[in-house]
C-alpha cells in the first residue's frame, strides 16, 4: 500500500560545512539529526555512509558550498548520490549558501558560467529540489530544471536593525547598481527609508579603483545592504566614501559572511559600526569580533523545509 506524501518520515541529514547551523534547524523542527558519516581516504577522496534508512522518504541535506568550497561541494554531491541510490522519495539540497553563484554570466571571453554548471552537478546527483537563501542574483534559479526555492534573509534582518537604529533619519545603501532592488526592498520595510546607491569602478576581482554617492547621505545613518561580505574592501570603502559625504555612521548588513583572507581585522578596524550578517556560513568563533553580529537564519529555513515537507504554500516566507 503506498504511503500518502504528508505521511512519509521527514529526515534531515548534514554535511560538515555548518553542523551548528543543522542542529538548530533540527532543533526548530523538533526531530533528530539523521546519522552520516563522511570517510576521507588517504589520497583525499570523499566517501559517506548513511547510517539511517531512508527508504520512502523525504530527505533533506544541509550543506553550504563555503570553504574550502570545492570539498563541500563534492561532499554534497556524494551525499545527494548516496540518498537517491538508497532509495529515498524525495532529496532537497539545502545550501544556504550558494558557492559559485557569482560565477553567473560570461563577462568576458573563454570563460565559464559555473554557477550553471553546478546546477546541473546538483541536479544529475539526484537532487530533486533546491532551498537556498539570497542567491547572487535571482535570475540564477533559471539554470535549475528543478524547483528552487530562493528565501530572503529580510525577515530576520530588518527587525534588528529596526530595533537598534530606528527609521528615522536611515538610509538603506546599495553597494553597486545591480544590488539596486534588494535595497529598494529593504528600504520599502523600513517605512520607506531614503534609498543611496554607491557607484563603484573595478580594477579587477575583488578590487575597488573608485567610488562615488549618489544620493544625499549627509546627517544620515546609512546601512549598506548587500547579498555577502567576502574580502570585505568594497563595504570598508563604501563605508569610508559614505562618510565622507557626511554620513552620521554606517552600518554594513550582509547575508553570507564569507570573510576570506584577512576581512575580520579589516572590519574591526574599519570606520563600519556594525557588520551584521547570518548564519548560513559558520564563522568561527576565534574570528568573532564585537562588531561582528550574527543573526540565524535556521527557523527560517526550519520552516520553509516543514512546509515543503507538509505540500504547504511558502511564499509568505518571501514577503
Keep these: 500500500m503506498a504511503v500518502s506524501d504528508s505521511k512519509r518520515q521527514l529526515l534531515v541529514f548534514s554535511g560538515r560545512s555548518n553542523p551548528t547551523f543543522t542542529a538548530s534547524v533540527c532543533q526548530h523542527l523538533h526531530i533528530e539529526q539523521g546519522r552520516m558519516e563522511v570517510i576521507r581516504f588517504s589520497d583525499g577522496e570523499l566517501s ?19 570553504t574550502p568550497g570545492n570539498d563541500h561541494l563534492m561532499e554534497l554531491l556524494i551525499v545527494l548520490d548516496a540518498l537517491k541510490r538508497a532509495s529515498a522519495f524525495r532529496v532537497t539540497a539545502v545550501v544556504p ?19 550553471k554548471l553546478v546546477a546541473n552537478l546538483l541536479t544529475t546527483a539526484g537532487a530533486d529540489r533546491v532551498l537556498t537563501m539570497d542567491l547572487h542574483a535571482g535570475q540564477a534559479m533559471g539554470f535549475f530544471d528543478i524547483p528552487v526555492d530562493n528565501l530572503n534573509a529580510l525577515p530576520i534582518l530588518l527587525p534588528h536593525i529596526r530595533k537598534n537604529y530606528g527609521t528615522k533619519n536611515l ?18 520595510k523600513l517605512d520607506n527609508a531614503a534609498l543611496a546607491i554607491i557607484d563603484k569602478r573595478r580594477s579587477g576581482p575583488n578590487q575597488v ?13 546609512c546601512v549598506i545592504v548587500d547579498d555577502m561580505v567576502d574580502t570585505g574592501g568594497t563595504l570598508i570603502k563604501a563605508g569610508e566614501t559614505l562618510l565622507k559625504d557626511g554620513a552620521k555612521k554606517v552600518i554594513a548588513c550582509c547575508v553570507h559572511p564569507v570573510l576570506s583572507g584577512n576581512a575580520i581585522e579589516r572590519l574591526q578596524d574599519s570606520p563600519l559600526e556594525e557588520v ?6 559558520q564563522v568561527p568563533r576565534s574570528a568573532q569580533t564585537k562588531k561582528l553580529t550574527i543573526l540565524s537564519v535556521a527557523p527560517l529555513f526550519a520552516e520553509a523545509m516543514r512546509r515543503i515537507h507538509s505540500e504547504d504554500s511558502i511564499s509568505s516566507l518571501f514577503k
Aim: glycine share 10%; net charge negative.
Design 48 to 66: 559517506v555512509e548513511i547510517g539511517d534508512n531512508v527508504r520512502g522518504r523525504d530527505v533533506f541535506v544541509v550543506q553550504s558550498i563555503s
Design 209 to 221: 579603483a573608485e567610488m562615488s554617492v549618489v544620493g544625499d547621505v549627509q546627517g544620515e545613518t
Design 171 to 188: 538610509t538603506i545603501v546599495s553597494p553597486d547598481v545591480g544590488g539596486v532592488e534588494r535595497a529598494r526592498h529593504c528600504a520599502t
Design 97 to 115: 549558501y550558494f558557492g559559485y553563484a557569482r560565477q553567473d554570466r560570461k563577462t568576458k571571453p573563454r570563460v565559464p558560467i559555473t554557477a
Design 276 to 281: 551584521i550578517v547570518t548564519d548560513t556560513i
